[in-house]
């Protein structure tokens, strides 16, 4: 009992304040110890990669960025179909909140990505199921931001931010499944929980702690954010 | 160890181009995302 009490007592977002700063404070500093440590074993203890050379070490931050940006997607629809359906402003405000890093983890993902596809497939960019799909969500986010922007209540913003995002969180799909969709270019998952990972053990390593790291910092500048906008709002 | 020295450590195998481009534009974009959330939060407490 005293447990649904406490739900309802942090979607004010009065009493959520404080607690998200807390939160904030300490997932941003594991964030940072995380990501040295992610750094540590990405440049100095995960081997030359046999047939990329050195150029595979981007992978430490391409493929987390791309979980991150799709991850980030699915909460911030899902924060903005509660808020739909429960008319909750902490809600709306969660969504808004993420939308900026979500957005921000597309683009390291798309940028990193195009680095990466120039030296192993001799192009920056293609267009490919994945990194359309990819694009596609890039854009998502931003429509997001630029329609809530627009619209100066900030109540009937967060529902109509909703409506968009909830109708694309279908791309998220399509994203990771683009590569068995389509032909692409774009390989196949390295990491998945039905079989062993193809790499070896210390890149997966340096991969995890980079993937906890965006993570971490994601809640981190997320809830952060939500506290400027509870002050800008209340 | 992977790296004989500094420069090596640099050069990246000839990719460093490509992976510090990665890097450093990862890196730059969240320093100014925390940038932009401490000037924000700044502004709206006072």
């Known amino acids: 009992m005293s447990a649904t009490v406490k739900w309802f007592w942090f979607a004010s977002p009065q009493t959520f304040f404080p607690l998200a700063g807390t939160i904030a404070r300490w997932c941003a500093i594991a964030a940072a110890l995380l990501a040295a440590a992610g750094l540590y074993v990405g440049f100095f203890v995960a081997p030359t990669d046999a047939q990329q050379g050195e150029a595979y070490r981007i992978i430490f931050i391409h493929v987390p960025a791309a979980w991150m940006s799709m991850f980030l997607y699915v909460v911030m629809a899902f924060w903005a179909a509660i808020g739909l359906a429960f008319n909750t402003r902490l809600s709306g405000m969660m969504a808004s909140g993420i939308a900026p890093t979500g957005a921000l983890f597309t683009f390291i993902a798309l940028w990193t990505g195009a680095l990466w596809g120039r030296p192993t497939w001799g192009a920056y960019w293609v267009w490919d199921a994945r990194l359309t799909s990819e694009l596609i969500l890039l854009f998502l986010y931003l429509g997001f931001m630029a329609l809530q922007a627009a619209i100066d209540d900030p109540r009937r913003a967060d529902r109509a931010g909703a409506l968009l995002a909830i109708v694309g969180a279908v791309n998220v799909p399509i994203i990771y499944y683009s590569v068995q969709w389509w032909n692409t270019l774009h390989q196949g998952a390295s990491v998945s929980l039905t079989r062993a990972p193809s790499m070896a053990s210390a890149m997966l390593a340096g991969m995890v702690l980079m993937a906890l790291a965006f993570w971490l910092y994601s809640i981190a500048a997320a809830l952060a954010r939500v506290r400027c906008i509870i002050l800008e709002r209340e | ?46």
């Open chain 2, 1 to 46: 160890m992977n790296w004989g020295g500094w420069s090596e450590f640099w050069a990246m195998g000839g990719y460093g181009f490509y992976v510090w481009g990665s890097y450093g534009v990862t890196f730059a974009c969240l320093a100014l995302e925390i940038l932009f959330l401490l000037k924000r939060s700044h502004e709206a407490k006072t």
